[in-house]
């Protein structure tokens, strides 16, 4: 079954409004920001793509947004009606991949990557990242994945499967260059201390 076949087959079987990371999805489709009402009338209609890919690229300040899943989306907004596929496409900008990640974990197929295996595949810039201490790790994953990011972080184990009562949920199988960035500062300040 075609990804968004599934999505949409996904949805009917859910109870709505649905909420995906920051969104929220109303029948119809009419997606808004999770904290704004779709009927207030002060919302801006974002009707145009150009407009939607800044509003997911920049936040309120004009600051780039260079997380996808981190918290900060702008508010103010409403888009559609959308058709299914106008949909997906919003979603793939806003969150990418994370249909096809709840595919895959809904079916039993996503298999995490743990953070060693991450590490050790590693070449030049954040080859450094094999050199950052264990002890360190959940630390570096409460503060940018539990506190700055709105994906699971299924490959930093045992503490992080999803709640089975979240519908929709954000998922992430392996550490990703944001967080390896992260990684390799705090591995390189410990490599030089
Ligand atoms: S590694 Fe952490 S910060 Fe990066 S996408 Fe996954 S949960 Fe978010």
Not at 49 to 58: G, I, Y
Not at 70 to 93: C, H, M, N, T, Y
Not at 99 to 119: C, I, S
Request: net charge positive.
């Amino acid at each position: 079954m075609k990804l968004i076949h599934w999505f949409e087959s996904r949805l009917a079987q859910t109870p709505s409004p649905w909420t995906v990371g920051e969104v929220r999805i109303y029948p119809g489709y009419l997606l808004t920001h999770r904290e704004d009402a779709p009927e207030d009338s002060r919302l801006r209609n974002l009707s145009g793509w150009e407009a939607f890919l800044d509003l997911v690229r920049f936040d309120a300040a004009g600051r780039f947004r260079p997380l996808r899943g981190a918290p900060g989306l702008q508010k103010g907004w409403r888009r559609g009606p959308l058709s299914i596929a106008e949909l997906f496409s919003d979603l793939r900008v806003l969150y990418p991949g994370a249909v096809a990640l709840l595919v895959a974990w809904e079916g039993k197929r996503l298999v995490p990557t743990p953070f060693p295996d991450t590490a050790r595949r590693q070449t030049g810039l954040y080859e450094v990242t094999q050199r950052l201490p264990r002890e360190d790790l959940p630390a570096l994953v409460e503060q940018i994945c539990v506190r700055g990011c709105l994906r699971h972080p299924l490959w930093h184990l045992p503490a992080s499967q999803p709640d089975k009562q979240e519908r929709l949920t954000l998922l992430c199988p392996e550490a990703c260059h944001y967080f390896l960035h992260q990684a390799r500062s705090r591995a390189a300040v410990k490599t030089a201390a």
